[in-house]
């Protein structure tokens, strides 16, 4: 994340704020279904067709961890027997999050404003024991 710092003399140039640093386990893990290296930072994972509808809205999931993608495409199987059969048979897609980002930025594709990004769930646990 970049943003612009400001002095007496005015703006000065775009400093990183931050740097987002995957999880050595999900990149191995990306690279290892992809069958070549993931070498775009930090690896996001979904699946085509997996969508749920959120205050009327559809939307689509991404994950930071291929695990909670597995667990919530588990549970909506449970939930929905037919279009679970159908979910089963998609291929999980990988893509670097910097990449999403980036598309997102551009505004070029409408969708992506239906995407919802779940972070891991040891990063909610670690914000909720340090509020």
């Known amino acids: 994340i970049k943003k612009p710092l400001k002095d007496n003399e005015g703006e000065k140039s775009v400093l990183d704020i931050f740097e987002l640093k995957p999880k050595k386990e999900e990149v191995d893990l990306a ?3 992809m069958g070549k290296p993931f070498d775009k930072g930090v690896p996001v994972f979904y699946m085509e ?3 749920f509808m959120r205050e009327g809205i559809r939307v689509y999931p991404v994950f930071f961890n291929y695990e909670e993608l597995q667990s919530f495409v588990s549970k909506a199987v449970e939930k929905d ?8 048979k998609q291929e999980v ?3 670097g999050l910097s990449d999403v980002l980036d598309e997102l930025k551009s505004g070029q594709n ?3 404003k239906q ?4 972070p891991p769930e040891e990063s909610v646990q670690y914000m909720k024991s340090h509020k």
């Open 31 to 33: 690279s290892s279904m």
């Open 110 to 112: 409408p969708m992506l």
């Open 93 to 95: 897609n990988i893509i």
């Open 49 to 51: 067709g997996l969508s």
């Open 115 to 118: 995407v919802v990004f779940y």
């Open 81 to 88: 027997k037919i279009k679970g059969e159908e979910l089963q």
